[in-house]
């Protein structure tokens, strides 16, 4: 079993990473190329360290996934084939073809419930007024070369946008180009706020960083101010 790394804080926040690390089990053979596990489709650059400071800003607890997406995708449903993905961005994974039900099983079991056993333990604990998912994006998908991506920074949410609104008007009065549910909608993948977060009531915000902006210890620390005020600011106008 892999359980998250959980950090402590005092904070009436939660932060979770979904997709922070690109460590594969022991055992475990992917069958792609090592240099593949830096790529965006094995690990959110750049948000380990991000959340990790982050947390350390704010005072705040996390919940920060310790494997790689392309071993379990924990921001997706168990019983949704792409937890798993046997391709992502144009990259065939040859260990995750023609998967056994009982290795699939497994790695949910070994991995995704862990995973979010510990947020929901750390909600039951102290139920957080705000719950802040933090992901990295791309520039550009291989598959879509065409495909412009011009945001540094988005907000996602779902049906639930109070804290997204304000986080969307926070980041716009630094300047920013902000995307509004961009990269993508989290009206089509938002597993584990919607989870975890809608489901209870607890406001959240999806955040994504592109992560051309998280490649260096400066850019890391840019953000973690940027996103530290955002927060903040967040949590101080909620309802």
Same mark, same amino acid.
């Given at each position: 079993m892999r359980q998250p790394d959980l950090l402590?804080?005092?904070?009436?926040?939660?932060?979770?990473?979904?997709?922070?690390?690109?460590?594969?089990?022991?055992g475990l053979d992917l069958g792609v190329p090592p240099a593949l596990m830096a790529d965006h489709v094995a690990v959110d650059i750049?948000?380990?360290?991000?959340?990790?400071?982050?947390?350390?800003?704010?005072?705040?607890p996390a919940v920060i996934a310790t494997v790689s997406r392309l071993v379990v995708?924990?921001?997706?449903?168990?019983?949704?084939?792409?937890?798993?993905p046997a391709s992502s961005d144009g990259h065939i994974i040859p260990g995750n073809w023609n998967l056994p039900a009982s290795?699939?099983?497994?790695?949910?079991?070994?991995?995704?419930?862990?995973?979010?056993?510990s947020i929901a333990g750390?909600? $039951?604990?102290?139920?957080?007024?705000?719950?802040?998912?933090?992901?990295?994006?791309?520039?550009?998908?291989?598959?879509?070369?065409d495909e412009e991506r011009p945001w540094p920074v988005g907000i996602l949410y779902n049906q639930d946008d109070r804290a997204a609104r304000l986080g969307l008007v926070a980041l716009s009065a630094r300047g920013l180009h902000v995307g509004d549910n961009q990269p993508y909608s989290g009206r089509d993948l938002n597993y584990t706020c919607d989870r975890h977060a809608e489901a209870a009531g607890i406001p959240y915000l999806g955040i994504e960083v592109r992560n051309d902006g998280l490649q260096s210890k400066e850019g890391i620390a840019r953000w973690t101010h940027i996103l530290?005020?955002?927060? $903040?600011n967040v949590r101080r106008n909620l309802p």
């Open positions: 402590p804080g005092t904070a009436d926040l939660l932060l979770v990473a979904d997709h922070a690390s690109a460590d594969v089990p022991p750049g948000t380990d360290a991000l959340t990790r400071r982050l947390a350390r800003a704010l005072a705040s995708d924990c921001n997706r449903a168990p019983e949704d084939p792409g937890a798993i290795e699939r099983d497994l790695r949910i079991a070994a991995i995704h419930t862990p995973y979010h056993d750390e909600i $039951a604990r102290m139920r957080p007024a705000l719950i802040v998912a933090v992901h990295s994006f791309t520039p550009c998908l291989a598959t879509r070369p530290a005020d955002m927060i $903040a």
